[in-house]
């Protein structure tokens, strides 16, 4: 269950971006995670929900967006989202749409990012 340890290094990431910026609370967190990164947004979302219990991410909006895998092909030269086969979860098949070719280079779609965090700080707050 590698959500378990993606989901404590993204509040570990939020909180101490959050405590560099005197941050009071983190209000939204925004979150890519690429199709090819093999977590489950579900079960990432869970242990998010788990995690930022008692901090100041407690009550945060948490975002999560899937991210497709983009690929180029040398065999016939596209360059766009690819055909993903996911039916194994731990080695999926990624080919090109329109020659069918496994031999690609993916250009994203592997990566969990913490893309955006927004936060007050003590003079954001209203008495």
Same mark, same amino acid.
């Given at each position: 269950?590698?959500? *378990? ?9 939020? *909180?101490?971006?959050?405590?560099? !910026? ?5 209000? $939204? ?6 199709? *090819?990164?093999?977590?489950? %947004?579900?079960? *990432? ?7 930022? $219990? ?8 948490? $975002?999560?967006?899937?991210? %497709? ?10 360059h766009g989202n690819a055909i993903l086969d996911d039916l194994d979860h ?6 090109? %749409? ?17 893309? !955006? ?11």
């Amino acid at each position: 269950m590698h959500e *378990l340890s993606m989901a404590q290094g993204i509040i570990d990431a939020v *909180l101490k971006t959050a405590e560099e !910026n005197d941050a009071v609370e983190v209000t $939204e967190v925004s979150i890519e995670i690429g199709r *090819l990164a093999m977590i489950n %947004p579900e079960q *990432l979302r869970f242990m998010l929900s788990v995690l930022v $219990e008692n901090t100041i991410v407690e009550n945060a909006k948490i $975002e999560i967006e899937e991210i %497709p895998v983009e690929i180029d092909c040398p065999e016939c030269g596209f360059h766009g989202n690819a055909i993903l086969d996911d039916l194994d979860h731990y080695a999926p098949m990624v080919s090109c %749409p329109k020659c069918d070719n496994k031999r690609i280079s993916i250009l994203n779609g592997k990566d969990c990012i913490v893309k !955006n965090i927004v936060i007050e700080k003590p003079d954001d707050k209203e008495d």
